[in-house]
């Protein structure tokens, strides 16, 4: 009895003890680090240098996110609500801004546990365990979310936007929904920010490039940004769409629009200076439609890294025995791949470059095995219900011709696996293997090394990422060249220990010093002009 009263009422004074230790031992990681590094002119960026930065840029005006994807569901769990984070690299990206200077993320409700957690405004305090900051649910029926998401923003703009071979698909229907949703969602941040003046608004993705003129319509004071998480092709691709026009309006109705590379930004001003009636000033890297201009920049987007994470050590335990255990198989040496099952990311190619790699160096047959994580995602859209099923039946035919006893070449993880999940075996794996045919950033790249803190292991890294053009110490590939993969594998495998540390170090100090909160400051700073 007396233990059960010690812990009602000395536990919540334990619990903020060890937050606040907790945040004493990061500010003086912190403190040590900016030391070392002001010679340099150089500081790293925390959740609470971006929570003091914010003040000033915001000057108490509302932050608010908008994006298609929330970032926790309530779900069912037999008669219990269970909270979920869905896999998501957007949610990955925006989450942490949100819990550093709180504000209002406006998204879709998919979880079907959600309306009964909300209140009578369709909001909940998030995350569940300690609120930082308020989500509010938008609902959309099962007809709008086949056609605005799997039909227009998925069938059409997704694979018009990845240069990837699959034909998008446009139709009317979807289109018309498409705008209802964007309006649907224009109406809630409006009515939202009835009450505030100059409010900063931060759009998420493809799915809501109508969204920022529908705003502005209402409210030209609201401050809009409007993030594109994947990459714009060359103004002929863009041109197959039927309604490129009003995308292209609809987008430059932000103050601000951001890509992340700058080949992405020479592509949407080509694709505008073709297709519009409008100014673009390529020294400023704008365009001016009547009185509006908008700023077009690169922002590579990043993860939460700091010095916290960067000096942490491996958990104890962990070991590939343990993590193949379940598996049935053994194995030396393992690689790992972490992707939703995407046909941009290239897993049907990277699977023959391990085929191709155990065929030219069999001394790593019965030893090299690699692991796909792989969520299966959008698999109401055929595209992806096929590719799934082509993944499986690869994964059979290579695993036949190779496997003995109680080893295979390839373990395929396909369903949804929380980070801590995935931990284990970004810190085990020898290699990871990032082979996307056409992507944004990807963010695998950037976890995989943040994960590295003993400085080993080795990136392989499709050309073909915007991760490319900063992880300089990844051994680069072409995805479509079976044989050069090969080679990286091997490369990979048999690259000195100092030399995998000489690269890693690099690559992790680049994570560093621009990780998300140093993104979401530039970011910021970019959209104060009064």
């Known amino acids: 009895m007396k233990q059960t009263f010690s812990f009602r009422f000395l536990g919540p004074l334990h619990t903020e003890a060890t937050r606040l230790a907790e945040a004493m031992t990061e500010a003086r990681a912190v403190a040590e680090e900016e030391v070392k590094l002001r010679t340099h002119?150089?500081?790293?960026?925390?959740?609470?240098?971006?929570?003091?930065?914010?003040?000033l840029i915001l000057k108490n005006r509302m932050l608010i996110v908008v994006s298609n994807r929330e970032p926790y569901m309530h779900?069912?769990?037999?008669?219990?609500?269970?909270?979920?984070?869905?896999?998501s690299g957007m949610v990955t990206d925006m989450e942490p801004i949100l819990k550093s200077c709180g504000g209002l993320w406006i998204a879709s409700g998919t979880g079907d546990a959600d309306k009964k957690v909300v209140d009578d405004q369709d909001k909940v305090k998030v995350p569940p365990e300690e609120p930082k900051y308020t989500l509010r649910r938008v609902w959309i029926s099962k007809q709008e979310?086949?056609?605005f998401y799997y039909g227009f923003s998925n069938e059409g703009l997704w694979p018009l936007c990845h240069v990837a071979h699959t034909r998008p698909l446009f139709r009317t229907e979807y289109w018309q929904y498409y705008q209802s949703v964007n309006r649907k969602f224009a109406d809630i941040i409006i009515e939202e920010i009835k009450k505030e003046v100059k409010p900063f608004i931060l759009v998420q993705d493809y799915h809501f490039a109508l969204l920022p003129a529908m705003i502005k319509e209402s409210r030209p004071d609201a401050r809009v940004?409007?993030?594109w998480h994947i990459p714009w092709p060359n103004p002929e691709s863009f041109g197959i769409c039927p309604w490129q026009n009003e995308i292209l309006m609809g987008m430059?109705?932000?103050?601000?629009?951001?890509?992340?590379?700058?080949?992405?930004c020479n592509n949407f001003l080509s694709t505008v200076n073709q297709s519009l009636e409008a100014r673009v000033a390529w020294e400023t890297f704008s365009v001016t439609m009547g009185y509006h201009s908008t700023r077009v920049s690169p922002f590579p987007i990043s993860i939460s890294f700091t010095l916290k994470d960067y000096n942490n050590v491996k958990e104890p335990g962990i070991s590939i025995p343990a993590l193949l255990k379940n598996s049935g198989i053994q194995a030396q040496v393992i690689g790992v791949g972490v992707d939703r099952i995407d046909y941009t990311k290239g897993i049907l190619e990277r699977f023959r470059a391990i085929e191709r790699f155990l065929e030219k160096y069999s001394s790593y047959q019965g030893k090299f095995?690699?692991?796909?994580?792989?969520?299966?995602s959008r698999t109401f859209i055929k595209n992806y219900s096929d590719l799934v099923e082509n993944v499986e039946k690869e994964t059979d035919r290579i695993n036949r011709k190779f496997q003995v006893k109680d080893w295979k070449p390839i373990l395929l993880l396909n369903r949804h696996h929380s980070h801590q999940e995935i931990a284990p075996f970004y810190q085990v794996a020898s290699l990871c293997m990032v082979t996307s045919l056409h992507d944004g950033m990807n963010l695998v790249a950037k976890e995989f090394v943040a994960s590295r803190n003993d400085n080993s292991g080795v990136l392989i890294l499709s050309r073909f990422?915007?991760?490319a053009q900063e992880l300089a110490g990844s051994l680069i590939v072409n995805p479509y060249d079976i044989d050069e993969m090969a080679d990286a594998i091997k490369t990979a495998l048999d690259m000195p220990e100092d030399e995998q540390r000489l690269r890693m170090h690099q690559m992790r100090q680049t994570?560093?010093?621009?990780?998300?909160?140093?993104w979401a400051a530039n970011l910021l700073k970019s959209m104060d002009f009064s």
Do not use: M
Not at 369 to 375: D, L, M
Not at 511 to 518: G, Q
């Open 41 to 55: 002119g150089e500081a790293i960026w925390t959740p609470s240098r971006l929570n003091a930065e914010a003040k």
């Open 75 to 87: 779900i069912y769990e037999g008669r219990d609500i269970k909270c979920i984070i869905p896999a």
């Open 145 to 147: 979310e086949e056609y």
């Open 225 to 227: 940004s409007l993030f």
């Open 252 to 264: 430059l109705g932000a103050d601000l629009i951001g890509f992340h590379t700058q080949y992405h």
């Open 369 to 376: 095995t690699f692991v796909q994580i792989g969520a299966p």
């Open 465 to 467: 990422t915007g991760a």
């Open 511 to 518: 994570i560093l010093r621009h990780n998300i909160y140093s």
